[in-house]
């Protein structure tokens, strides 16, 4: 059994550093930040595409409006915005992850 040295062991924590915030942007928001997901759905969002999502400056976003639309493409909207229109990149404050549960709470209807 081969034992680790100061440097490597630095090295395996520095290099676990890089990779713990990935591991913590996989699986479904905790409860908090559902909450906090649902406020920013409701009112930045709701700012553009209407508190009911029918629609206003940016497009409806109702299950019907969303219905056929691969969710791939609807996530990269969110995190990356669309070039050329008033929909912003929200990379600096939404993991994809967090932006595929928004999507999926628009699949299923929202209500403010």
């Given at each position: 059994?081969?034992?680790?040295?100061?440097?490597?062991?630095?090295?395996?924590?520095?290099?676990?550093?890089f990779?713990?915030?990935?591991l913590?942007?996989?699986g479904?928001p905790?409860?908090?930040?559902?909450?906090?997901?649902?406020?920013?759905?409701?009112?930045?969002?709701?700012?553009?595409?209407?508190?009911?999502?029918?629609?206003?400056?940016g497009?409806?976003?109702?299950?019907?409006d969303?219905a056929?639309?691969?969710?791939?493409?609807?996530?990269?909207?969110?995190?990356?915005?669309?070039?050329?229109?008033?929909?912003?990149p929200?990379?600096?404050?939404?993991?994809?992850?967090?932006?595929?549960?928004?999507i999926?709470?628009?699949?299923?209807?929202?209500?403010?």
């Amino acid at each position: 059994m081969s034992t680790f040295n100061k440097r490597q062991i630095r090295r395996l924590v520095l290099m676990a550093s890089f990779f713990v915030p990935l591991l913590a942007q996989a699986g479904t928001p905790d409860a908090n930040r559902q909450a906090e997901l649902k406020h920013l759905l409701i009112q930045d969002c709701g700012s553009c595409h209407g508190l009911r999502m029918k629609g206003g400056l940016g497009p409806a976003l109702t299950p019907d409006d969303l219905a056929g639309k691969p969710k791939e493409s609807l996530v990269a909207t969110i995190i990356h915005g669309r070039h050329g229109t008033a929909m912003p990149p929200w990379s600096a404050l939404l993991t994809e992850n967090e932006a595929e549960w928004l999507i999926d709470q628009l699949l299923q209807g929202v209500s403010p």
